[in-house]
Structure formats: C-alpha cells, structure tokens
C-alpha cells in the first residue's frame, strides 16, 4: 500500500471519528464488535484539507479536537498534522508489541519532579456538577496513583474561584463546557499553556460510563498516554504512528475506546494500564 492511500486513510478515520468517547449517543461495545475485521474496502474515502479542516471540531475555546479528545491549538498546527497524517506509514499489521505519546521522537511525559506535584483546581463555574467532578477527578487519578507511587495529582481548592489557563498556581484547571461533540478533553505533557486543561460537558452523568472512569482515561492522556486503539491490533479506529508501546495489546485497557472493537464496555482499569503506567514513571 502507498504513503499516500495509507494517508488518506488514516486522515479519513481521524475526520470521521470525531465523536469517539466522547459522544453519549455511542453506546458501549458489543460482543460483535470485537470479532469485527477491518480490510482495505472498509477504509473511509480520503478527505481533501477543506473537507478535513470542515469535518474537524473547534470547541468554544477556539481549539481544534481531533482523535476525539485530543487537543490541536491552531489553524496551522492542523494543516501539519493533517499534512503528516497523509504521509505517514501504515501501522494496520505492522509492529504488535498502554502506549505512550511521543513529541520529536521522545517520549511526551512529565519529569519525576512535575509527575509528583500534578496541581489542578475545579471551576466554580460547574455549579451543581462541581462536587460530582472534584469526586470523579479524586477517582480518576487514584487509579494511576495506585499503579505509581510517583504519580501525585493534588487538588487546590483554593483557587477554584479563578480556574482557568490564566491561573499560574496550578498546573490545569478543569473547566466546564457545553458542547454535543465529547464528554470530556485533556491535553498532553507537551501542550502549551493556553490548551493544558481538563474541559467536562455535562453529559459527565449521563454518558453511561462511571465519571471517575472517563476523568481517569483523560488523567491517562494528561500524562502521556495515547488511545490503545491506535494500535494496528484494534483494527480500526487508527489515529497516528506518533506513539511508543509499553506493554501488549490491551482491548479492556481504560485508553480504549469501547466502541473501537474494545473488549471491555465500562472504561475499566486494566492490568496492563498499571503495567504500563509503571514502566514508564515507576511502580
């Protein structure tokens, strides 16, 4: 297969599954699902720029969010990762060995003395929903603190009054916002300042997934973690090769969408997660 079909068919994807975790309307994974094969005659059409740059969501922060919860700044850092995404190899068969995010080549991960000092405030402007969030931010992290003792995500209530990426006290604020395209969004240890945040819609509640569950899956992203689906054993779902595997394949792991032919429909932690998130901070 050529560089640019293997392109156009990982940008294609990219543009179609914008929604992924993200959309209440997805339901969990079926039992058939998971049996499902993905072939060449499967593979979506390739979209132009305008029609990828048309399909891609900009949520109200003026961010682009592609992968479904992945946040990319600016016009122009789109057109690269769409221009890249069209010429990058095909990973669909290739290398089978949790995965980790690299930027430049390297891992994208946070230094020993940033991953123990992870500090965050939660929006007043939740409202009603903010004591459901500080509860599901306190679940999410637990899970990765629990798999490593370097891991420390700490709460400062404190400066919940003023959170947002302005507030240097902290090192993310999460934030509400309204929008059909995803529950929630989080960034990567290489994001700048001003898209280093956690953003929760209020389908939070109602997405049928545990909130600590879907906050642990975007703490995952927050510390380095790509979607397990981007790996060619998911046979579909394929975002980008920009990413190191730490562990085998894991279809239950929490960084797997359910609906990707994922073998797991609840977000769950996986063996393989605290695995994963151990080899690469420490256990």
Known sequence: MSLTRTGQAVVAAAALAAAALASPAVGPASASAQDSTFTE????????????????????????????????????????????????????????????????????????????DLTYCVSDDFGSLKSTVVDAMAGGAALWEGASSAIDFVYDPSQDASCSTDNDAVLFPVEPIETDEYIARAFFPSSPDAERNVLVDDSLTTSGWAPSAILGHELGHALGFRHEHTRPEAGT????????PLTPYDSVSIMHYPQCNGGSDDLSFSGYDAQGVASLYGS
């Open 237 to 244: 779902c394929f975002e980008d090769d920009n990413w190191r």
């Open 41 to 116: 005659a499967d593979r979506p059409a390739p979209p132009t720029w305008s029609e990828f740059k048309a399909s891609t969501y900009q949520d109200p922060t003026g961010v682009y969010v592609v992968n479904g919860d992945e946040p990319v700044g600016t016009l122009a850092e789109l057109r690269a990762y769409y221009e890249k995404m069209m010429a990058t190899d095909d990973l669909n068969g290739g290398d089978t060995s949790l995965v980790v995010n690299t930027n430049g080549g390297a891992d994208d991960v946070w230094s020993a003395s940033q991953v123990g």
